[in-house]
C-alpha cells in the first residue's frame, strides 16, 4: 500500500481520483485550498491539508510520507487566464515550483503533473503530437508549458521522476457548471437541464478532443507507476474530436430537449481545433480510453439531474 498526495482532490478530476485510489485500496491525502474545490467531494476520512500550495511551507507539509503526488491543483481555465495572468500564474506555477522542490527534498517516487492540450497554442497541424514545438496562445497554455518544462528539468537535474499528462477537454460528473469559466459540457447540460439556451461561442463549427474522467484517471494511475516514462510529456484523450454544435446536438438527445443554442461572439484565446494522437500514450502507458462521448454524456447528465434538485 503507497502513499498518494493528490492535490487539489477537492476538485473534479482530483476527486475521482481519490475515489479510484481508495478503491484499490491505497492511502490518500490531499492537499486542496478550497477554491473551487468542494469539502463534499472528499470521501470520510482522507486527510486533508488545506492551504496554498504556493505559499511557504504548505507544500512541504503535505508531501510529508507520499510515495506518489499527483499534482492536479490548478486554475484549469484559458479565459480566467486571459482575465487574471498574475493570479493564475501563482496557482498554476509558483505553486508546482514549490511541490516540485518539496517532493524532491522528501524523497517522493514520482511526480505525475497535470498539463493541458493549451500547451500545443493554436498551430493548424492535428492531431496533436507531443513532439509538436509547443506555441501557447494563452497564459494558461504558458502556464502548463513552464510547469511541465520544471518537471522535466527536475527529473534530469535532481533526479526526481516526474510525467506530464497533457489533458485534452475532460468531462463527467463533478464538473462544476457555477462559473462561466466552467466547462463547456457542464455548462450546456446545466442549462439544457433549466430549458435554457446553452450559448454557442463564434459559430459552432470549433472542435475538441472530450474525454472522459474515469479515462483520464486512467492515465494518471498508469504515469504514475509505469515504469520507465519519468521526464515524458504524454497526450491523454481520445483521439476524436467532435465540433461545439454536435456536442449541442447530442447533449438535446440524451437530455430529451429541443432547446435551441443561442449564438454569441467567439471567446479571445479560444483555439479553433483540437485533436489529440494517443498513441505516445498507448505505447507507453498501455492507455486505451474506455469511454465513448455518448455513455459518458449519458453518465453525465444523469449525474447532473441527480444532484440538481426539480425546480433549482
Ligand atoms: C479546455 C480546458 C482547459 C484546457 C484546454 C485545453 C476546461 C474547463 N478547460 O479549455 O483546462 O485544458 O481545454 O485546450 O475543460 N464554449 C461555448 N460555450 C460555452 C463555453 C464554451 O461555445 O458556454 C466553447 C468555447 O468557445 C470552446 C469550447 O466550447 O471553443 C470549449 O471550451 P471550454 O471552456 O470547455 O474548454 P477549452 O477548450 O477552452
Known amino acids: 500500500m503507497a502513499l498518494y498526495l493528490v492535490t487539489g482532490g477537492a476538485g473534479f478530476i482530483g476527486s475521482h481520483l481519490v475515489e479510484r485510489l481508495l478503491i484499490r485500496g491505497e492511502s490518500v491525502r490531499v492537499a486542496d485550498n478550497f477554491s ?14 488545506e492551504g496554498d500550495l504556493a505559499a511557504p511551507g504548505v507544500a512541504a507539509r503535505a508531501v510529508v510520507g507520499a510515495d506518489y503526488v499527483l499534482h492536479m491543483a490548478a486554475v484549469p481555465s484559458v479565459p480566467r487566464s486571459v482575465a487574471d495572468p498574475i493570479g493564475t500564474n501563482h496557482d498554476n506555477v509558483d505553486a508546482t515550483l514549490q511541490v516540485l522542490v518539496a517532493a524532491r527534498d522528501a524523497g517522493v517516487r514520482r511526480v505525475v503533473f497535470s498539463g493541458s492540450s493549451a500547451e500545443y497554442g493554436d498551430s493548424p497541424d ?4 507531443e513532439d509538436m514545438p509547443p506555441t501557447p496562445v494563452t497564459p494558461y497554455g504558458l502556464q502548463k508549458l513552464i510547469g511541465e518544462q520544471y518537471c522535466r528539468m527536475f527529473t534530469s537535474l535532481y533526479g526526481l521522476e ?3 499528462l497533457r489533458y485534452f477537454n475532460v468531462f463527467g460528473p463533478r464538473q462544476s ?10 455548462l450546456f447540460i446545466s442549462a439544457l437541464l433549466r430549458g435554457q439556451s446553452p450559448t454557442v461561442f463564434g459559430n459552432g463549427s470549433q472542435t475538441r478532443d472530450f474525454v472522459y474522467v474515469t479515462d483520464v484517471v486512467n492515465g ?3 504515469a504514475a507507476t509505469t515504469l520507465g ?16 454544435l454536435q456536442l449541442v446536438r447530442a447533449l438535446q438527445q440524451v437530455a430529451g430537449t429541443i432547446v435551441e443554442p443561442t449564438f454569441a461572439p467567439p471567446r479571445g ?8 494522437d494517443i498513441t505516445k500514450a498507448r505505447t507507453l502507458l498501455g492507455f486505451e480510453p474506455a469511454v465513448s462521448l455518448e455513455d459518458g454524456l449519458r453518465d453525465t447528465v444523469a449525474w447532473f439531474k441527480q444532484a440538481t434538485p426539480v425546480g433549482a
Open 36 to 49: 473551487s474545490g468542494l469539502r463534499s467531494n472528499i470521501p470520510g476520512g482522507v486527510e486533508v491539508v
Open 126 to 129: 492535428l492531431p496533436k503530437r
Open 162 to 164: 516526474t510525467v506530464s
Open 177 to 186: 457548471p457555477d462559473s462561466p469559466y466552467s466547462g463547456v459540457i457542464s
Open 220 to 222: 494518471v494511475l498508469r
Open 229 to 244: 516514462v519519468a521526464g515524458e510529456s504524454i497526450n491523454i484523450a481520445t483521439g476524436r474530436s467532435v465540433s461545439v
Open 269 to 276: 484565446g479560444d483555439v479553433l481545433h483540437s485533436q489529440a
